[in-house]
C-alpha cells in the first residue's frame, strides 16, 4: 500500500476538460470514491491514474515517487474494469498469472502468488475453469484475484459491480471491503451509484462537469453539503425554491419557511425525506409545520415513501418506517414537519438534472 497524490490534474481534448485541476490527497490504505454522473471526469481520472490516459497537466504521485508518465505497467497499481476484461481462452488461473508472467517471474513463484490471490477471493478451487464456465460474481472475483496478486500500491476499481444483479452486488460490495481492509490496502473506485458509495468508502469525491465540488466522510457530504448538487447526488432530497424575506424562505406557492442560515438572493431548501414528519393531526411542538395532500404512497417493505403536495408548486417526498400500523393513503390530509432544512443559492450551475 502507498499514498496516491493528485496535484491539478488535468485532462483537456481540445477545448473540453475531461478533468480539470483535480487535487486528491489519498493516504495509506484509505477506500476513495469517486462519485457522480455519467461525463463528470471521475473515469478520466481513474485511468490517469492507471496511466492509460495521459495527463494535459498536473502530476501523479504514489508512495512518494512522482509516476505521471510512466507507462501502466511501472505504476504498480491493480486495475479491476468494469466488464473484468478476462480473456476467454485462458483458464482462471491462467488469466490471473498473466501479470507476473509479464513482469518475468519464474513459474513456481507465480504458482504461489496465483494460489494466494484466488484463496484471498476464495476461487481457489475454480482454478482450472475458463471464464465461460462461471456467474458474474465469480468472474468479477477473479479480475480482483489478477488486479491483487501482485500486491499493488494502489487498487483501482473501476464501476466494478455495475454488471451484477443488485443481490449480488450488495454481497460483492461487502466482500471487496472487507478485503481492502483486510489487507490494508490503498483504494480508489468510481462509481454513479450513491448507495455503493456511502457502504464502501472512507472518503467520498463528488465530481461533476470534470471538477472536484466536494470531498469528505459519508456523514459530512450528507450532513452538511456544500450546493445543491451535492445535497441532490449524496442521498435524497426534495428541493423548495424560493426568496428569503426577514430570515424566512418564501416559496411561490406562499410557504414560509424558517432555514437554518440567511442567504441573499434566490435560494433553495434542501429537505432530507427521513427528517420529514408526517402526522394525521398537527403536533403540538415542531418547526414549519404545514398542511397538505398525500399524493403518492410507494411502498418499499420496510420504509414507506409519502409524497406530500403543500401547495401547487411545491411538492415534499417523506420516509416513514413501516411499523405494520395504518398508513396514510393517497388523498388523506396530513401534516407535513420539516425542520429546519439547509440552504444554497438557487444558483447552483452544477445543479442540473438534481
Request: glycine content about 10%.
Amino acid at each position: 500500500m502507498a499514498r496516491l497524490e493528485l496535484n491539478a490534474l488535468t485532462k483537456r481534448y481540445g477545448d473540453f476538460h475531461a478533468a480539470r485541476d483535480v487535487s486528491l490527497d489519498v493516504p495509506e490504505g484509505e477506500f476513495l470514491v469517486l462519485l457522480g454522473p455519467s461525463g463528470c471526469g471521475k473515469t478520466t481520472t481513474l485511468r490517469m491514474i492507471a496511466g492509460f490516459v495521459e495527463p494535459t497537466a498536473g502530476s501523479i504521485s504514489i508512495g512518494g515517487n512522482d509516476v505521471t508518465r510512466l507507462p501502466p505497467w511501472k505504476r504498480n497499481t491493480g486495475l479491476v474494469f468494469q466488464n473484468y476484461a478476462l480473456f476467454p481462452h485462458m483458464t482462471v488461473a491462467e488469466n490471473v498469472a498473466f501479470g507476473l508472467e509479464m513482469r518475468k517471474m519464474s513459474k513456481a513463484e507465480t504458482a504461489e502468488k496465483v494460489r494466494g490471490a484466488l484463496d484471498l477471493v476464495q476461487l481457489g478451487h475454480l482454478a482450472d475453469r475458463y471464464p465461460r464456465q462461471m456467474s458474474g460474481g465469480q468472474q468479477q472475483r477473479v479480475a480482483l484475484a489478477r488486479a491483487l496478486v501482485f500486491r499493488p500500491d494502489v487498487l483501482l476499481l473501476d464501476e466494478p459491480l455495475s454488471n451484477l444483479d443488485a443481490k449480488l452486488r450488495h454481497e460483492v460490495r461487502i466482500e471487496i471491503r472487507a478485503l481492502q481492509q483486510r489487507l490494508g490496502i490503498t483504494a480508489v473506485m468510481v462509481t454513479h451509484d450513491q448507495e455503493e458509495a456511502l457502504t464502501m468508502s472512507d472518503r467520498l469525491v463528488v465530481m461533476s462537469e470534470g471538477q472536484v465540488r466536494q470531498v469528505g466522510t459519508q456523514r459530512e457530504l450528507y450532513e452538511t453539503p456544500a450546493s445543491r448538487f451535492v445535497a441532490g447526488f449524496v442521498g435524497r432530497s426534495s428541493f423548495l425554491e424560493g426568496e428569503l424575506r426577514d430570515g424566512r424562505l418564501v416559496t411561490s406557492g406562499g410557504l414560509a419557511i424558517e432555514v437554518s442560515k440567511p442567504i441573499h438572493g434566490p435560494v433553495t431548501a434542501a429537505l432530507r425525506p427521513e427528517r420529514i414528519a408526517v402526522s394525521a393531526e398537527p403536533p403540538a411542538e415542531g418547526t414549519n409545520v404545514f398542511p397538505g395532500t398525500v399524493e403518492l404512497v410507494s411502498y418499499m417493505g420496510g420504509l414507506i415513501d409519502l409524497h406530500v403536495r403543500l401547495s401547487p408548486s411545491d411538492l415534499v417526498v417523506a420516509q416513514v418506517s413501516n411499523q405494520g400500523g395504518t398508513l396514510p393513503a393517497m388523498g388523506d390530509r396530513v401534516f407535513a414537519s420539516l425542520g429546519t432544512p439547509a440552504v444554497f443559492p438557487a444558483s447552483d450551475p452544477h445543479a442540473r438534472g438534481h
